[in-house]
């Protein structure tokens, strides 16, 4: 079994900062690339920024200059800075990671998601 916990999430004014936490744990071989998506209300879900197991990260552009995704891969933990909050930004967070399970090869990930946390950016 493998679970993605996510912390961090909250209520802060335009302008503010919030970091979100995701862990994985169980029976994990080894993670690809970790990730937060958000879904707004009324909205499809989307992806806010990404990591790869080497440190190589892509943003939407909608939160470049102010979000930064980094891991910690000895935690199989993926972290999310958000600064500069805006209204807009207001969602639910999930975080989402491909693993490996097993040490099969070739290697076989499988996409875990966690439950979500609401971030809600006041103006």
């Known amino acids: 079994q493998v679970q993605l916990v996510e912390s961090g999430g909250g209520l802060v004014q335009a302008g503010g900062s919030l970091r979100l936490s995701c862990a994985a744990s169980?029976?994990?071989?080894?993670?690809?690339?970790m990730a937060w998506y958000r879904q707004a209300p009324g909205k499809q879900r989307e992806l806010v920024a990404a990591i790869t197991s080497g440190g190589s990260t892509n943003y939407a552009d909608s939160v470049k200059g102010r979000f930064t995704i980094s891991r910690d891969n000895a935690k199989n933990t993926v972290y999310l800075q958000m600064n500069s909050l805006k209204p807009e930004d207001t969602a639910v967070y999930y975080c989402?990671?491909?693993?490996?399970?097993?040490?099969?090869?070739?290697?076989?990930?499988?996409?875990?998601w966690g439950q979500g946390t609401q971030v809600t950016v006041s103006s």
């Open positions: 989402n990671a491909e693993i490996q399970i097993t040490a099969w090869t070739p290697a076989v990930y499988f996409s875990y």
């Open positions: 169980g029976n994990i071989f080894s993670i690809k690339t």
